[in-house]
């Protein structure tokens, strides 16, 4: 990993961030080791890998503040993008959710202006509160914070509930509302895409890569290009491992083990990836010092 650690410096070097999203500790800490300057926590992938359920608000805020906390340690030095819904419900719990977010570990805490219960944003069926109430959602997050490091992401799905040109007004209203980033989501064409950088030319701005999604799946170069400053890839590990769970489970159902071969890495490195070797030598030095 970069020795690059944190936010504002990431933000402030050329180039693009990409961003792989995980949904728990392991994953998170595999991204870190992975070589990621940045880890998105997605809340698609929390409520599945948590609940075994779709995205669609089931997820309590203390149950996401917990995950954030996970992550955070995990993936630790490099800073956590972590999904924070709509903010479970008004202002002021939006401001409570940031303040959580900031003290559990995340870098930066996304809050979109969808109505309870919300959806996932390449979902359809989405619907937005009105514009005031989702800028002071907003301002409410950048003035509960106790630092200007910890970032404020906002989200609009208004491009899906009205049009572009609403997605773009909103984007306007939360930078004026203290945003740090922005991030217009499911542009449904490459014009659309670009259109987005030149409004809002010189402010970081978020591309969400949707495996079967509403928008481009474009390479990060010309992300990089149209200026996009961060690309997130919220759902790739969690498709990618469930189809490979139902591999390995349809497998041992026949009764006979994985087969010699199997891709996997092995118990010892398993337990190196995940830092035994390191956390048994400390308890041994803790052990010396008494």
Do not use: W
């Not at 609940?51 to 203390?62: F, K, R, V």
């Not at 949707?210 to 498709?239: C, M, N, Q």
């Not at 035994?276 to 041994?284: F, I, K, Q």
């Amino acid at each position: 990993m970069s020795e690059t650690n944190t936010l504002d410096e990431l933000l402030a070097r050329p180039g693009l961030i990409v961003a792989p999203g995980a949904y728990d500790a392991l994953s998170a800490r595999l991204a870190m080791q992975a070589g990621a300057d940045a880890v998105y926590m997605t809340g698609f992938g929390v409520a599945g890998s948590t609940l075994g359920l779709p995205d669609i608000g089931l997820m309590s805020a203390s149950e996401m503040v917990a995950r954030v906390a996970a992550l955070a340690e995990a993936c630790a030095p490099a800073p956590l993008f972590a999904d924070g819904d709509n903010g479970h419900g008004g202002p002021l719990n939006a401001a409570r959710l940031t303040r959580a977010y900031e003290h559990a570990g995340a870098a930066c805490i996304q809050i979109e202006d969808q109505v309870f219960p919300k959806r996932c944003g390449h979902m359809e069926g989405k619907e937005v509160i009105g514009l005031e109430d989702a800028a002071a959602k907003i301002r409410a997050c950048v003035d509960a914070r106790s630092s200007k490091a910890f970032k404020v992401m906002a989200r609009t799905d208004a491009r899906a509930t009205h049009d572009l040109d609403e997605a773009l007004r909103r984007g306007e209203a939360f930078l004026e509302a203290g945003a740090d980033l922005l991030f217009i989501e499911a542009p449904q064409t490459e014009a659309e895409m670009t259109k987005v950088c030149e409004t809002f030319k010189g402010v970081p701005l978020v591309a969400n890569m949707v495996e079967d999604g509403k928008t481009p799946y474009l390479p990060a170069r010309d992300l990089e290009a149209l200026g996009f400053k961060l690309a997130i890839y919220p759902v790739s590990a969690l498709l990618a491992v469930t189809a490979r769970l139902q591999s390995v489970y349809a497998t041992l159902l026949k009764g006979e083990g994985l087969p010699k071969g199997e891709e996997r890495v092995t118990f010892q490195r398993y337990n190196e990836l995940i830092g035994l070797p390191e956390m048994l030598a400390e308890a041994a030095k803790l052990a010396t010092d008494e």
